[in-house]
């Protein structure tokens, strides 16, 4: 039973390209969060979402970055003409239930780096 | 809005050592509180939860209690090993289901 796969783990990307994270939730999981995290800091929330649906989006940036979370495949987080400024770890989770009391699955991350 | 604060590191003990880190928590209603775990170049791992007052979550010989008459939510180990450094997150879901993060305590253990 494969737990939250993210891919890529490391990306590489110049200022002003695009760059794609993709995230698979564990089986039977419908609810995916993003998290940034930032050197040395905690992770910050950006973004929850069920199948075709964004629940809440509170935590992006309003331009350049957004989420999807399609029928079929895994869930996007697309940050169009990257700065220095995005680069971070940004991690997924995963739950099957928007249960507060579950505690949710993390995968392993991709770290983002602009040159 | 909710928050959680939790004591800066590093941390650095030697083996065998007693652990505390503090955690105290501002929410609205009654969260859930969590401690996860990362390990270097890894993704965040529960350590533990609890998810009512006096409820005790332990797991791996670490233990925290919900304490809600102080908000706090404290992480303890009587005997610390090599292999628990690592940086520690305290974390509460309220009632939108967003998981909010501490800043993390990184913990060094010194053999």
């Known amino acids: 039973n494969a737990g939250v796969m993210q891919n890529p783990r490391h990306l590489v990307r110049r200022r002003g390209q695009e760059a794609r994270l993709r995230c698979s939730p564990m089986?039977?999981?419908?609810?995916v969060y993003w998290y940034r995290q930032l050197p040395e800091e905690g992770l910050k929330f950006m973004v929850y979402?069920?199948?075709?649906?964004?629940?809440?989006e509170s935590g992006m940036p309003k331009e350049r970055f957004s989420a999807e979370f399609p029928k079929e495949g895994p869930s996007i987080l697309r940050i169009q003409q990257v700065v220095r400024g995005d680069s971070a770890a940004y991690f997924c989770?995963?739950?099957?239930?928007?249960?507060?009391?579950?505690?949710?699955?993390f995968g392993s991350g991709t770290r983002l780096t602009v040159v | 809005g909710n928050s959680v604060t939790q004591m800066e590191g590093p941390v650095t003990l030697s083996e065998e050592a007693f652990l505390t880190i503090n955690c105290t928590y501002t929410?609205?209603?009654?969260?859930?509180l969590f401690w996860y775990v990362q390990y270097p170049g890894e993704g965040l791992q529960l350590l533990l939860k609890?998810?009512?007052?006096?409820d005790k979550g332990s797991n791996k010989g670490f233990e925290a209690t919900y304490r809600k008459e102080t908000t706090s939510f404290h992480l303890e180990k009587g005997s610390v090993q090599v292999s628990d450094s690592a940086v520690y997150f305290c974390?509460?879901?309220?009632?939108?289901?967003?998981?909010?993060f501490g800043k993390g305590t990184r913990l060094h253990i010194l053999p």
């Open positions: 989770a995963s739950s099957p239930l928007a249960s507060r009391e579950v505690g949710y699955t």
């Open positions: 089986k039977g999981h419908s609810h």
């Open positions: 979402l069920q199948k075709e649906n964004i629940i809440d």
């Open positions: 929410a609205t209603g009654y969260p859930s």
């Open positions: 609890a998810t009512k007052a006096d």
């Open positions: 974390a509460l879901t309220g009632r939108d289901d967003k998981i909010i």
